[in-house]
């Protein structure tokens, strides 16, 4: 129901039982070589579907995927990680186990530290709650989460209460005074601005808002970069994109000047990093930017707390353009380097097997 139709991982004893009930499900399950290949098929499948969803057994195969889970952690990536588990007897007298590492909480306690919420499904009574728990975490904050499956749980029907939906997903929404307050300040920036630009960030991808920002940008003719780890968020034949930015680690030197000269660069869902903005190359005077990013807006020197990303870009996108004293002027734009058509593909080319030379090719255009 939340768009999972494919797993990965690779089956072990203690997740077995979860493998037998995944070939039952609607999810076809695709078994990898490795679990850091598994994890990071997840990773991927995640970042064009929207959710993913990895399956290992116990601490040999779980804390293998480790290090693919945390990097989807760091980039915002939903991914559901399963790990089968020794069963709730088995758990009993703390008997010596393979693969347990020290206690039977290990593995749980490590990925605490690389997902938003986790659980282990001892209790059949529980388990509805605590799996849509941890998904609807995965979903609202686009980090993975942990589930843990002792084996003899596996086959247990569990109930399910009727749930409000409210209990596991928080409703936030803006403050309406600090919301307007935003949005008058980044109002007034605009206005003043005579060469605006838009840093279009991967949040905009991961919570389905780049549409949004590609309409304040059409409607303000504001051209868009991308940052290193948005590459492609944005369609790159739009006429208003620039291509990407990344300090000296720009795509060109057009985009590079572009932003730089900007009198206001408007980040939208970008994460401030070294690497994503050029390893500290990027100049980007604070006085001249507007953040705004799914942890909190700030516009130049200012920085307002309680204010929804998806309402603040709707609320720009609201601004009304014209000649009245509120609105904003829809601004003259050239592009510094236009969009080369792409040469149309030989007959061959449609024809012949595709090569790795060919592919490189490609992806370098």
């Not at 057994?57 to 480790?66: A, D, E, R, S």
């Not at 408007?266 to 990093?273: A, C, P, V, Y």
């Not at 040469?343 to 490609?362: A, G």
């Amino acid at each position: 129901h939340r768009g999972v139709r494919h797993s990965f991982g690779v089956p072990g004893d203690f997740a077995l039982p979860t493998f037998a009930w995944l070939e039952k499900s609607p999810i076809q399950s695709i078994t990898m070589t490795h679990e850091p290949g598994a994890g990071f098929a997840a990773d991927a499948y995640s970042r064009l579907n929207g959710i993913g969803l990895v399956c290992v057994t116990y601490c040999v195969g779980g804390l293998n995927v480790l290090n693919a889970i945390a990097g989807a952690y760091a980039e915002k990536s939903p991914v559901v990680v399963i790990s089968g588990a020794p069963g709730r007897k088995d758990r009993e007298k703390d008997p010596l186990l393979h693969h347990k590492v020290k206690t039977f909480e290990t593995q749980r306690r490590v990925y605490d530290e690389v997902t938003v919420a986790s659980a282990t499904l001892l209790d059949e009574e529980r388990a509805a709650g605590e799996i849509i728990r941890c998904v609807e975490a995965c979903l609202k904050q686009k980090r993975p989460v942990y589930l843990e499956v002792p084996h003899d749980m596996v086959d247990r029907e569990i109930p399910i209460p009727p749930f409000q939906h409210s209990e596991f997903v928080s409703q936030i929404t803006s403050d309406p005074e600090t919301l307007k307050a935003a949005l008058e300040e980044t109002r007034h920036m605009l206005a003043a601005a005579k060469k605006p630009v838009i840093l279009a960030g991967v949040e905009l991808h991961r919570y389905g808002l780049t549409d949004l920002a590609i309409q304040i940008a059409d409607k303000l003719n504001i051209p868009i970069a991308a940052d290193l780890l948005s590459k492609s968020a944005v369609a790159e034949n739009h006429p208003l994109y620039l291509g990407v930015y990344g300090g000296a680690m720009s795509s060109d030197q057009h985009v590079r000047q572009y932003v730089e000269s900007s009198d206001c660069v408007l980040m939208l869902g970008s994460f401030i990093t070294d690497m994503n903005l050029g390893l500290y190359t990027a100049k980007l005077d604070r006085s001249r930017t507007i953040l705004a990013t799914t942890e909190a807006i700030k516009v130049c020197y200012h920085q307002y707390d309680e204010v929804e990303f998806a309402d603040y870009l709707k609320g720009i996108a609201a601004i009304k353009t014209g000649s009245q004293k509120s609105a904003l002027r829809r601004l003259a734009f050239k592009h510094p380097n236009p969009h080369r058509d792409p040469k149309p593909l030989s007959k061959s080319e449609l024809t012949d097997p595709l090569t790795m030379p060919e592919v490189i090719r490609s992806l370098a255009l």
